[in-house]
């Protein structure tokens, strides 16, 4: 098990010190490799709070976190042994906005800013800028560039690249397609979805959008006042009476599949989790 | 005579390429229009020259037959609002009140009328009882709102909504679309700009953008269905018009299906 | 970062949050000059005394006073025993043998890592301070055997104790008098109070309705920029930044990580907000209307007269 929750909590102190509970009693298990989890729920509900301590930039106030082999508690955190670097090297985090942590001269220096600092080689570092870059869908002109005068996407895809460099085993993604137009978005889902499969990360991907959830997800996360509500696949997710009061949308296939069976007396056999998948289906219903 | 006429307007920045090249369209009173494109195609631009945030290079814009110049921009500010797409970089007053009450100050408006106003719009877009909160204590949807009521307060005859929904969660995605509603029937006229065909399906007319071209301008329902010219500007169908074109590829002829598809994507 | 005190309203529900802030700012200003002119000890402690009877009178907590002066504790303190041990003016009021020998040095120091080891557990932590100063001295006054390197003589003079008890008193008393202030007055309220009080400036061409802009954004931006830092530093400690350790030249770097993204944000950011405000149709220099208005009340023009007065007594005081 490489993370592992065990009834964390979390409690920020306002100035009058009135507590605020982001997280409660939260337990959860993430595996090195082979999953594709979506983390989801309102604006609020704690999904930020979850995600960063996944790479102990917060240390719970409740409960402990073990991240590969560390534990990381109140009690812990009070040694000053204990060194958290080698997590972060182990769990890249990518904050939401690019902005918030590009500010190398060139893109390449950025992105090899994250593996110098766990000690690799300049050289190496640069080698490893050049890979990720590509990894990320962007070509070797990029190298040269500022960071600053790309695009909103391209910023996005390098800010990206400079977490891969780092060669986590797990990469977990603050809602990185908000924003982006269609096209944008979909072409850096499958760039998440290929670090998945082919390099054998482990991806986490916090977000708004059900139809990333419904398409991509192997695993979902429900986030509700601090408290993880669903741990499970996205089918059994949205088939719950009670998914509606966590004010949830439906993903856009389901809901149209949902509106040709009950309106239009269509039934279609099986799962629809793609959009190819469904139209398959549809016309094999008709035949 | 249309609301907003825009003639051959052409704009760079400096030393790029062409945002917007040789760009003619022209808004009618109460209609609502989207200008929809990809990122970079020079929607946001467009907005910023109708409220004379930028100047054109090239071309004529006229707001409610007043032609665009340093001169008259404050005339056209006053007929003119419009919502950005962070919410947190246009919240102006220190608290709700006081940020709806910024424009109002601007235009000098008198104190009782100010406050009446404020309370009224306030309530419109239901932020009444956040009056007094400190722009931390609201979430991005809330912020929005304000922004929305700032404007309302205003009482211009268009509201631009410049990706205003694009960094908000569901919910509050939908109820910012929900005033857009509104506001609408009650006779403003709007104009999104967007890529999210959610928002696009709402208006009266669409106007694609691609690198700075208007690609297209027809009525929604001309363009929802038009496969060809949103895939060239980066967009995407809808999801049961995807379906219908490719029941429409795979010859498969089934009117009342497609009806039903062409319902459902209208109503969201 | 969150638990910056100094300049935060407090709601709440008294004389002081009645009182118009242009009265607020004016006796604030008249009550600091008056603390500066004070000369005698027992007027100092009279008007300590005073300010401590106003914040009580007011119904602040003492506490979120206090909470607002420990980041300035150990200045204070600092200031206090830089002034004892180096002014060295006046008659000499106290003297105290101490004796350099290897015991005593390692003793001290021994001292001195114990309080550094320990410091974490103790919660009052400036008493706890002040106890190791004391000890330091007394192992060095009392250890005198072992092998001797040679003598000396800690000596407190009559000057220099004065000094530093009128800059401390001083510096807490406008402590006090500011964050009574601010805790009491909305921002934007204090905002206005300051644009009519530096009125009359405009006589000198400086715009003071642009000055109180400025600074009513600057209130509304700063817990947001505040936000923003922290989520930088996070963004950065992810890839590696270990802002506990690292050689002089990774410090360079890593605050460079965390000034270019601020920097590019803050930009970013005013010109966004340039724009919203002058779609709504600020123009700089345009006369506006104004939401809020000031109302001055009889509790007002008492306030000030009081301050006023106060003032004038501390000058003819220090005249005659």
């Known amino acids: ?287 | 005579m249309s609301l907003i006429e825009i003639e051959n307007v052409s704009f760079t920045y400096h030393g790029n390429k062409k945002a917007l090249d040789d760009v003619s369209l022209s808004i009618e009173k109460g209609e609502w229009v989207s200008i929809l494109g990809h990122n970079g195609s020079g929607k946001s631009t467009l907005s910023k020259l109708i409220v004379g945030l930028l100047k054109p290079q090239q071309g004529v814009i006229r707001v409610g037959g007043i032609t665009l110049s340093a001169d008259t921009v404050r005339d056209i500010r006053k007929k003119v609002g419009i919502v950005f797409q962070n919410p947190d970089n246009q919240f102006v007053g220190v608290t709700v009140r006081d940020d709806i009450a910024f424009g109002l100050e601007n235009l000098q408006i008198e104190r009782e009328e100010m406050i009446e106003r404020i309370e009224h719009y306030a309530k419109k877009v239901d932020m009444y009882s956040y009056l007094n909160k400190e722009p931390h204590n609201l979430s991005g949807g809330q912020k929005q709102r304000v922004a929305i009521a700032g404007i309302l307060a205003m009482k211009t005859d268009v509201i631009i909504f410049d990706e205003a929904t694009a960094m908000l969660d569901p919910e509050g995605r939908e109820r910012v679309m929900e005033y857009m509603r509104a506001l609408n029937r009650e006779g403003t006229t709007i104009i999104t700009i967007t890529h999210d065909m959610k928002e696009a399906v709402l208006s009266d007319r669409i106007v694609v953008l691609k690198d700075g071209r208007v690609l297209k301008s027809d009525k929604s329902e001309n363009i929802l269905k038009d496969k060809a010219t949103l895939e060239k500007s980066n967009l995407e169908l809808l999801l049961p018009l995807e379906i219908m074109h490719y029941l429409n590829e795979n010859g498969i002829e089934n009117p009342s299906l497609k009806e039903f598809l062409w319902q459902l994507s209208l109503n969201g | 970062m969150k638990n910056i005190v100094i300049g935060r309203y407090v709601p709440g529900n008294s004389f002081l949050y009645r009182m118009d802030p242009r009265t607020k700012l004016i006796a604030l200003i008249a009550l600091m000059v008056a603390a500066f002119l004070i000369q005698s000890f027992t007027h100092m402690l009279v008007s300590l005394a005073l300010v401590t009877l106003l914040l009580v009178a007011g119904r602040i907590s003492v506490k979120r006073v206090y909470l607002g002066l420990r980041p300035l504790m150990f200045l204070l303190f600092f200031t206090f025993i830089f002034q004892v041990m180096f002014n060295q003016e006046g008659d000499e009021i106290f003297t105290l043998p101490l004796h350099y020998s290897l015991l005593s040095i390692v003793a001290a120091a021994a001292v001195v890592v114990f309080w550094f080891m320990t410091k974490k557990h103790v919660r009052f932590k400036l008493f706890y301070f002040l106890f190791t100063v004391a000890a330091v001295f007394a192992v060095l006054h009392y250890i005198d055997f072992g092998v001797l390197f040679g003598e000396g003589t800690f000596r407190v003079f009559e000057e220099g104790l004065s000094t530093a008890f009128f800059i401390m008193v001083r510096l807490i008393i406008i402590i006090m008098l500011s964050t009574i202030l601010t805790i009491t007055t909305k921002p934007t309220d204090l905002n206005l109070g300051l644009e009519r009080v530096l009125k009359p400036l405009r006589i000198v061409r400086i715009n003071t309705e642009e000055i109180a802009m400025i600074i009513s954004i600057a209130l509304r931006y700063i817990p947001t920029l505040l936000d923003e830092a922290n989520k930088i530093m996070l963004a950065q400690a992810s890839r590696g930044v270990d802002f506990q350790e690292g050689k002089l030249k990774d410090k360079v770097v890593q605050i460079i990580s965390l000034l270019v993204p601020m920097f590019i944000i803050s930009f970013q950011r005013s010109d966004d907000l340039a724009n919203a405000m002058e779609a709504r149709s600020f123009v700089p220099g345009q006369p506006r209307t104004r939401l809020h208005v000031l109302t001055w009340k009889r509790l007002d023009t008492f306030a000030l007269t009081l301050s006023l007065v106060a003032l004038v007594a501390v000058i003819v005081v220090r005249v005659v």
Request: no cysteine.
């Open chain 1, 1 to 287: 098990m490489a993370i592992k929750f065990e009834r964390v909590g979390y409690e920020y102190k306002d100035i009058d010190g009135k507590g605020y509970l982001a997280l409660a009693d939260v337990t959860l298990n993430i595996n090195k490799t082979g999953e594709f989890i979506t983390l989801i729920g309102e604006t609020g509900s704690g999904k930020s709070t979850l995600a960063q301590h996944m790479n102990a930039l917060l240390t719970p106030t409740e409960g402990r976190v073990h991240i590969f082999g560390m534990k990381i508690s109140r009690e812990t955190r009070k040694s000053k042994n204990l060194k958290l670097n080698p997590i972060r090297q182990k769990v890249g985090l990518v904050f939401q906005f690019p902005e918030y942590q590009l500010f190398e001269e060139t893109v390449e220096n950025d992105i090899a800013f994250g593996p110098k600092n766990f000690g690799v080689s300049e050289a190496e570092a640069k080698e490893r800028a050049k890979k990720m870059l590509n990894i990320v869908g962007l070509d070797d002109s990029y190298l040269s560039r500022s960071p600053f005068n790309l695009s909103g996407g391209e910023k996005k895809r390098v800010s990206i690249a400079g977490i891969l460099a780092m060669e986590p085993d797990i990469l977990v993604l603050d809602e990185p397609t908000s924003g982006l137009d269609p096209l944008g978005r979909n072409a850096l889902l499958e760039v998440f979805y290929d670090i998945h499969q082919k390099l054998d990360k482990t991806v986490v991907i916090i977000t708004h959008d059900m139809n990333t959830v419904y398409e991509y997800a192997k695993r979902v996360l429900v986030m509700r006042e601090g408290n993880l509500v669903y741990d499970g696949n996205p089918t059994q997710l949205f088939s719950r009476k009670n998914v509606k009061s966590w004010n949830l949308d439906v993903p856009d296939i389901l809901k149209l599949r949902r509106a040709l069976e009950e309106k239009f007396s269509i039934t279609l056999e099986g799962e629809t989790r793609s959009k190819a998948q469904l139209m398959a289906k549809i016309k094999e219903a008709l035949r």
